[in-house]
């Protein structure tokens, strides 16, 4: 497998743009996580999913994010409008289950919001 | 809340040193305990997974204790090499009903002098 699979890399954007990161988990895992990681802040869990369902997503800093899985294999998390105060690296991870396995990332999404 | 503490925060060693990194946890009720490596700009690779029932684990040069009442942990690594450098974090899996979360240390930042 390949792993988890993050697009983009890198992205640089505008204040007020519509920011849209996305995630593919490895095949068979049923649970998705979406991070953020910041100096200030490490690492904060935003979202996740079991079965492409939204568990916990008490961890969204406001509603101009959101995220969705409308399959097992693909995630987004948007960002509209995106502010300067959202430039982090945001990873998505997968596990075979939540309570016992391991979790898996992937090599992150850079976001700078200008 | 559960919060997790690494200490030291940086850490440096000349190569072939044997070396603790630690991991302090507020609430001992805890389903697993894992620890992560991350490389600079990379996402994080899963080093080893304690279960609550689990004492220690052990992988290669790196062996990775749990003692859940007094709330620590500990990862050492043998024989220290270059290729160790990187960021470690220790991240702690606590009940939580439907909201089982991953919650993750600041990480430690080791570096390996040849």
């Known amino acids: 497998d390949a792993g988890v699979i993050q697009s983009p890399r890198h992205e640089v954007t505008e204040m007020g743009q519509e920011v849209t990161l996305r995630c593919k988990p490895i095949?068979?895992?049923?649970?998705l996580f979406w991070y953020r990681q910041t100096m200030m802040r490490g690492l904060e869990l935003l979202i996740y999913?079991?079965?492409?369902?939204?568990?916990?997503d008490s961890g969204m800093p406001e509603d101009r994010f959101s995220a969705k899985m409308p399959n097992a294999s693909f995630s987004t998390l948007k960002i509209q409008p995106s502010e300067p105060r959202d430039s982090a690296v945001y990873f998505c991870?997968?596990?075979?289950?939540?309570?016992?396995?391991?979790?898996?990332f992937g090599e992150g999404s850079r976001l700078t919001v200008l | 809340k559960q919060e997790v503490t690494q200490i030291p925060a940086a850490l440096s060693v000349p190569e072939g040193e044997n070396l603790v990194l630690n991991c302090s946890f507020t609430?001992?009720?805890?389903?697993?305990l894992q620890w992560f490596r991350q490389d600079p700009g990379k996402g994080l690779t899963s080093l080893l997974l304690?279960?609550?029932?689990?004492r220690e684990q052990t992988s290669g040069r790196l062996n990775a204790s749990l003692d859940k009442s007094s709330g620590r942990s500990t990862l050492y690594i043998a024989a220290s090499q270059p290729g160790d450098s990187a960021t470690y974090l220790c991240?702690?899996?606590?009940?939580?009903?439907?909201?089982?979360?991953?919650?993750f240390g600041t990480g430690t930042l080791l570096a390996v002098q040849p």
């Open positions: 991240a702690v899996m606590g009940y939580g009903g439907a909201t089982n979360k991953l919650i």
């Open positions: 991870a997968s596990s075979s289950t939540v309570l016992t396995g391991e979790l898996f």
């Open positions: 999913f079991n079965n492409n369902v939204p568990i916990d």
């Open positions: 095949s068979g895992h049923d649970y």
């Open positions: 304690i279960q609550s029932s689990q």
């Open positions: 609430d001992s009720a805890i389903y697993n």
